[in-house]
């Protein structure tokens, strides 16, 4: 990033190499749409370049970049002023299964991304954060500007009504034990 803010081209390509799939990740899992989710990606490197000359180097670089990306993500829902919008389903991962186990993946993906899509923002970016890319609890907290304990507590409030949201599906996959 030193050599970004340099104005040097090569360096912020290879920063985009790097992050860009992370990153679409990222607001694929909280937008559903991939329009969006092109759109807040190429909008997080747009002012990553815009910031460069800002940047000092105090913590992960991963987290930066989530940082912009979460503003960007906020921004956006602030001004549209409306929920998320309707998941896409997951159509890359229902073709390594035969026709059966191909419905039941994209049923069970499709119903956990809603569920995700239904949760709170504050509860739905911790959950991202921390359980589908991977960050810690100290490094989300970093992302959100807010304490560990609070990224802890809205963790497991997530998990708490994503399990109670799934509870029909996972009762109707593996049966709820009454007849």
Same mark, same amino acid.
């Given at each position: 990033?030193?050599?970004?803010?340099?104005?040097?081209?090569?360096?912020?390509?290879? %920063?985009?190499?790097?992050?860009? &799939?992370?990153?679409?990740?990222?607001?694929?899992?909280?937008?559903?749409?991939?329009?969006?989710?092109?759109?807040?990606?190429?909008?997080?490197?747009?002012?990553?370049?815009?910031?460069?000359?800002?940047?000092?180097?105090?913590?992960?670089?991963?987290?930066?970049?989530?940082?912009?990306?979460?503003?960007?993500?906020?921004?956006?829902?602030?001004? &549209? #002023?409306?929920?998320?919008?309707?998941?896409?389903?997951?159509?890359?991962?229902?073709?390594?299964?035969?026709?059966? #186990?191909?419905?039941?993946?994209?049923?069970?993906?499709?119903?956990?991304?809603?569920?995700?899509?239904?949760?709170?923002?504050? %509860?739905?970016?911790?959950?991202?954060?921390?359980?589908?890319?991977?960050?810690?609890?100290? &490094?989300?907290? =970093?992302?959100?500007?807010?304490?560990?304990?609070?990224?802890?507590?809205?963790?497991?409030?997530?998990?708490?009504?994503?399990? =109670?949201?799934? &509870?029909?599906?996972?009762?109707? %996959? %593996?049966?709820? #034990?009454?007849?």
């Amino acid at each position: 990033m030193s050599r970004v803010q340099k104005q040097d081209v090569s360096a912020f390509e290879e %920063l985009f190499r790097r992050y860009e &799939q992370r990153v679409f990740a990222f607001f694929w899992r909280l937008c559903a749409h991939r329009s969006e989710a092109e759109d807040g990606t190429q909008e997080t490197f747009l002012r990553l370049w815009k910031a460069r000359e800002r940047y000092e180097p105090t913590g992960k670089f991963s987290t930066y970049v989530f940082q912009i990306a979460k503003n960007h993500f906020l921004h956006e829902r602030a001004k &549209q #002023g409306r929920r998320m919008n309707s998941p896409q389903p997951f159509a890359s991962e229902a073709s390594s299964h035969g026709a059966d #186990g191909r419905m039941l993946t994209r049923e069970r993906d499709l119903a956990v991304h809603e569920a995700v899509a239904r949760l709170p923002e504050s %509860l739905r970016l911790v959950y991202v954060l921390t359980e589908q890319e991977g960050m810690s609890y100290k &490094q989300a907290g =970093e992302v959100l500007d807010c304490p560990v304990g609070t990224v802890s507590s809205r963790k497991v409030e997530a998990v708490r009504r994503l399990r =109670e949201s799934l &509870q029909p599906l996972r009762d109707e %996959l %593996l049966g709820d #034990g009454e007849e």
